[in-house]
């Protein structure tokens, strides 16, 4: 049932209704059920791992607190250890065994084309509640929340509907004050929301979905033409950010709809100064989790205090703490883009953010005196357009990891763009024509506009809600209507990151 179909808006609204009907105690409960049924309609078989890894976490996180003992409490780091490979490891074998084993089979088998394993089961959304299942687990093992007492919460946290087709990526500190608190009929909770779910359909069906043939058209032409290549990552930029962005409005809505507050993921990204921001502004949410379970983590390590301590003995200290930042950043990006995937291209894509990454954790000194000499300041318009553009133009060229079959062929489209021909510039004309241009940038300009006012700070839906009463009206209706008559039907087109 994907969130594009009449039949999830429909489940929606079904659902929307009997939890108003039923009383606070059970609203919670209710969701449960409805969580596990959406599952079920995916692939009931996926229910199977949402239980043993959500009884994994809860009883390993109550063995952390209040052990009545001993000899739970001298294991507690076995306990750790032993939940964290179990719940990894089902993520590692549904989503990365397969292709690996395939790819070991088809090298030694003399049937070409034959895979030992074809269509195995992959769980809806086991990718999020996996990293949320694991921070619960953490926090709880290191002291920053108490162990929850009621299992029925931790298989809501780990099977809440909304999040498990998009994300984001929550904290139980944070999520469970939402999913338990009084939750009584507001107008103004479903109509913000059916708001934000409008807003995340415009982005999807009317732009990203459109913009899609002219990014499958260029990397279909002849991608040794520069020109060509960077129309499709430019192109490509603007689809993933309307697909992904919109679908994470879209769940964002039908929870504010259920008066349940999840995480935003994406703050304008598009306007980041340097790519470390850039990356902290999109998927906010798994950016803020890898800070948090594995750059701090890996940096405060045994190895990595060892190594520090070496390296203290030939150069600076600030040197040492730049080193080792740079480390933790390649790491974290590899980390990152296998979380997405085991092809070359999700490896290709880690190291070519991890180490723009640490050479700008090296060279900070270096950036510092650069702009100083410069006379370049933090408030100069001028400057903070250029280095807009500059993280622009280095994030267009990481998308090219995502549009190739393979990392070498990435760098070979970045190649292609600094190679210049006598043909450079023409036969980038051949994969769009005005007419199609013209249909597009209108709505894109829609969202570019409505992305500089959340920049300056202003609440859009608020500013919305303060318009008088026909003005309102014709927002809305206008919009439902560019929907209806300029985006793809609903259901025919997927989010790219929708069951992942």
């Known amino acids: 049932m994907d969130i594009t179909t009449l039949a999830f808006l429909s489940f929606v609204a ?30 009931y ?45 089902i993520l590692f074998c549904v989503k990365y065994l397969e292709p690996i084993i395939n790819i070991f089979y088809r090298s030694f088998s003399s049937t070409k084309g034959v895979f030992l394993f074809d269509n195995l ?14 921070s619960y687990l953490l926090d709880v093992y290191w002291g920053r929340i108490e162990a929850e007492t009621n299992y029925g919460k931790i298989l809501l946290f780990t099977c809440y509907f909304p999040q498990m087709i998009q994300g984001p ?22 109509k913000f929301g059916l708001q934000l779910m409008l807003w995340g ?29 960077v129309v499709g990552l430019v192109c490509y930029g603007i689809q993933l950010y309307c697909d992904f962005g919109g679908g994470i409005d879209v769940v964002r809505g039908v929870s504010e709809c259920f008066d349940i507050r999840i995480a935003e993921n994406f703050c304008q990204p598009y306007f980041s100064k ?36 070496s390296l203290k003995k030939k150069i600076s200290r600030t040197t040492v703490n730049r080193i080792q930042i740079a480390i933790c950043d390649i790491v974290v990006f590899l980390l990152v883009g296998y979380w997405h995937g085991s092809g070359s291209i999700f490896w290709g894509w880690g190291l070519y953010n991890g180490i723009i990454l640490a050479i700008s954790a090296l060279l900070v000194d270096f950036y510092a005196n650069c702009r100083k000499k410069l006379n370049i300041t933090s408030e100069s318009k001028i400057w903070s357009l250029v280095f807009i553009a500059r993280t622009l133009v280095i994030v267009t060229l990481g998308w090219a990891f995502d549009c190739a079959n393979s990392a070498w062929e990435a760098l070979g489209y970045i190649k292609n763009i600094f190679t210049v021909t ?64 300029f985006g793809r039907p609903l259901g025919e087109v997927g989010f790219m990151y929708a069951n992942f």
Request: aromatic share 16%; net charge positive.
């Open 422 to 485: 006598p043909t450079y510039f023409s036969s980038s004309f051949d994969a769009v024509n005005a007419n199609e241009i013209m249909a597009i940038l209108p709505f894109c300009l829609v969202v570019l506009a409505v992305s500089i006012i959340k920049e300056n700070g202003i609440n859009v839906r608020e500013k919305i809600n303060k318009l008088p009463y026909f003005v309102k009206v014709i927002i809305w209706v206008a919009l439902i209507e560019v929907i209806a008559c």
């Open 14 to 43: 079904i659902s929307l209704l009997i939890y108003y009907l039923l009383p606070q105690k059970t609203k919670w409960c209710f969701l449960v059920f409805v969580s596990l049924f959406f599952v079920a309609i995916k692939d």
């Open 121 to 134: 089961i992959v769980p809806l959304g086991i990718s999020y509640y996996t990293l949320q299942i694991v």
């Open 201 to 229: 359909f415009f982005k999807k069906l009317v732009i990203a979905d459109k913009i899609a043939g002219i990014v499958d058209r260029t990397f279909d032409l002849n991608t040794e033409n520069g020109s060509t290549i």
């Open 169 to 190: 990526i929550s904290r139980y500190g944070e999520l469970s004050g939402e999913f338990f608190k009084e939750h009584k009929f507001n107008i103004d909770n479903l």
């Open 274 to 309: 340097s790519l470390g921001e850039f990356w902290r502004r999109w998927h906010i949410t798994l950016g803020s989790w890898m800070k948090d379970y594995v750059f701090y983590p890996l940096s405060l390590s045994k190895p990595m205090t060892s190594f520090k301590r």
């Open 45 to 89: 078989r996926a229910i199977v791992f949402i239980f043993a890894s959500s009884v994994s976490v809860f009883y390993s996180a109550k063995c952390f607190q209040n052990s009545q003992y001993d000899f739970v409490n001298k294991k507690r780091k076995t306990i750790l250890v032993l939940t964290l490979v179990f719940n990894i490891g």
